[in-house]
């Protein structure tokens, strides 16, 4: 009944506290940190994608058991423009 389980974590750009809602525990409203996802949420969180107000596009990656990490897939633009400045010189 529209109920849901939430893992808080942090964006790797801006560090805002983001959040990622799962349907697979025990939907009784839990907030879980990244480093304490029961194993059935972990694995319902495996590679979803999140986008940060910052532009940062994430995605959650499963490792083993309940360890799960935030991995930038897309950086905000004016991150790119920097790291492009670099391999110019
Ligand atoms: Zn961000």
């Given at each position: 009944?529209?109920?849901?389980?939430?893992?808080?974590?942090?964006?790797?750009?801006c560090?805002?506290?983001l959040?990622?809602q799962?349907?697979?525990?025990?939907?009784?409203?839990?907030?879980y940190?990244?480093?304490?996802?029961?194993?059935?949420?972990?694995?319902?969180?495996?590679?979803?994608?999140?986008?940060?107000?910052?532009?940062?596009?994430?995605v959650?990656?499963?490792?083993?058991?309940?360890i799960?990490?935030p991995?930038?897939?897309?950086?905000?633009p004016?991150?790119?423009?920097?790291?492009?400045?670099?391999e110019?010189?």
């Open positions: 009944m529209g109920s849901y389980d939430s893992v808080w974590f942090r964006c790797p750009v560090t805002q506290r959040e990622l799962s349907k697979s525990g025990s939907c009784n409203f839990q907030n940190e990244l480093w304490d996802v029961p194993p059935r949420i972990s694995a319902d969180l495996d590679r979803q994608e999140i986008l940060c107000s910052c532009d940062a596009k994430i959650l990656v499963q490792l083993t058991g309940k799960i990490l991995m930038l897939t897309a950086a905000p004016n991150e790119f423009g920097d790291l492009q400045e670099d110019e010189d």
